[in-house]
Structures are given as C-alpha cells and as structure tokens.
C-alpha cells in the first residue's frame, strides 16, 4: 500500500517538476531539439528514478501527520497547493533534489566501471 501511494506521489510531483519548470521551457526545449528519442527517454527514466528517490526521502522525514498531508497535497491536482506544500515544508527541496541526481548518477558511473 505505501508503495503505491509513494509511486503514485512521485508520478504527481514528476508532473508538477515539469509545470514548475516552465520558465525555463525555452532553453529545455533547445536542449531536447537536440537529443535522439533514446536520449531523451534515458533522461526521463533518470528523472523519475531521482524524484521517486525525493519523495522517499522527503516523504519519510516526516511526522505522521506531514506524510498524510504531503499524500493529500499531491495526490490532487491543485497545482499552487503543491507549490506551496514545498515551499513550507521543504525549503531545501532543490538541494534534496540535487543530492539524489548526484547519488544516481555516481551509482550509474559506478556500476559502468564494473561491466568494463
């Protein structure tokens, strides 16, 4: 069961990610014109494994009533509840997130070193 909400949350804040962003849609849009369809979709695939990796980590951070709200608040579709969820209960989210695509991405570095 928390499995499939953790899922189902990390799918809602991959959406919200993407809405977030769109101040930056140009320049990512430049960058993906560039990029082959497998590219694109390691991209993806890398995304979701470090938002999944955000939402388990934030999600168990906190207390019994914090995961109950952040499962509601992101759960739904109201897009500035979510914004504002972050902003309130994790000031640190960009750092959070950054963290995580750094550990994927020495965890993949890593694993290539071995197959070699």
Same mark, same amino acid.
């Given at each position: #069961?928390?499995?499939?909400?953790?899922?189902?949350?990390?799918?809602?804040?991959?959406? !919200? =990610?993407?809405?977030?962003?769109?101040? &930056?849609? #140009?320049?990512?849009? @430049?960058?993906?014109? &560039?990029?082959?369809?497998? @590219?694109?979709?390691?991209?993806?695939? !890398?995304?979701?494994?470090?938002?999944?990796?955000?939402?388990?980590?934030?999600?168990?951070?906190? /207390?019994?009533?914090?995961?109950?709200? #952040?499962?509601?608040?992101?759960?739904? /579709?109201?897009?500035?509840?979510?914004?504002? !969820?972050?902003?309130?209960? =994790?000031?640190?989210?960009?750092?959070? !997130?950054?963290?995580?695509?750094?550990?994927?991405?020495?965890?993949?570095?890593?694993?290539?070193?071995?197959?070699?």
């Amino acid at each position: #069961m928390k499995i499939r909400i953790l899922n189902r949350l990390s799918i809602k804040l991959s959406k !919200f =990610i993407k809405s977030f962003k769109k101040d &930056n849609k #140009m320049e990512e849009d @430049q960058l993906l014109e &560039n990029l082959t369809e497998e @590219q694109k979709k390691l991209g993806s695939r !890398f995304s979701d494994l470090v938002i999944g990796r955000v939402i388990k980590r934030v999600h168990s951070g906190l /207390d019994e009533a914090g995961k109950q709200n #952040m499962e509601k608040v992101f759960l739904s /579709d109201d897009q500035s509840e979510k914004e504002n !969820f972050i902003k309130k209960n =994790i000031p640190n989210f960009e750092t959070i !997130f950054k963290e995580e695509a750094d550990k994927v991405e020495e965890e993949i570095k890593a694993e290539i070193e071995k197959q070699i």
